[in-house]
């Protein structure tokens, strides 16, 4: 390779700092963006912005009461289940393994309706999660 063919260094600082150049660009913008974020909450007169607040303490605390009813139930229907494998000489493995491949039955849209009040609402909450609950229920 000759002299001339290799790039002056001179050449190589220059792009080097046309490559930082880009990525303080990039963080400005980023930067811009949080601060405008940031700005548009501060303008926002204080009641309303403590009045969002407790709407989020509200909305969290009906969310933990929800799933502190959804334990207590799953906790008493496995308890009937069990109770009930028992009587019938299944084993907990089984009826474990039973729940197992039903969960993964609705995750991949079994279309079964269980009947009640909520039936959709829940088929559409597990479509919400479903990505997520697949991981939970992959069958061992």
Do not use: C
């Not at 080097?16 to 990039?26: E, I, K, P, R, V």
């Not at 496995?78 to 474990?96: C, P, Y």
Request: proline share 2%.
């Amino acid at each position: 390779m000759s002299s001339s063919d290799k790039p002056s260094s001179g050449a190589v600082k220059l792009e080097g700092a046309g490559d930082a150049l880009l990525a303080a660009n990039a963080q400005i913008e980023v930067m811009s963006e949080q601060l405008q974020t940031l700005n548009e909450l501060l303008a926002k007169p204080l009641d309303q912005i403590l009045a969002e607040r407790d709407k989020f303490k509200e909305a969290a605390a009906a969310w933990d009461a929800f799933a502190a009813q959804w334990v207590l139930s799953q906790r008493a229907m496995k308890r009937v289940a069990l109770d009930l494998a028992v009587d019938q000489g299944v084993t907990e493995e089984d009826v474990v393994a039973r729940a197992m491949a039903y969960a993964n039955e609705v995750l991949n849209g079994d279309e079964v309706d269980l009947g009640g009040t909520i039936a959709e609402a829940q088929l559409a909450h597990i479509g919400r999660h479903r990505a997520f609950l697949r991981k939970q229920f992959r069958p061992s």
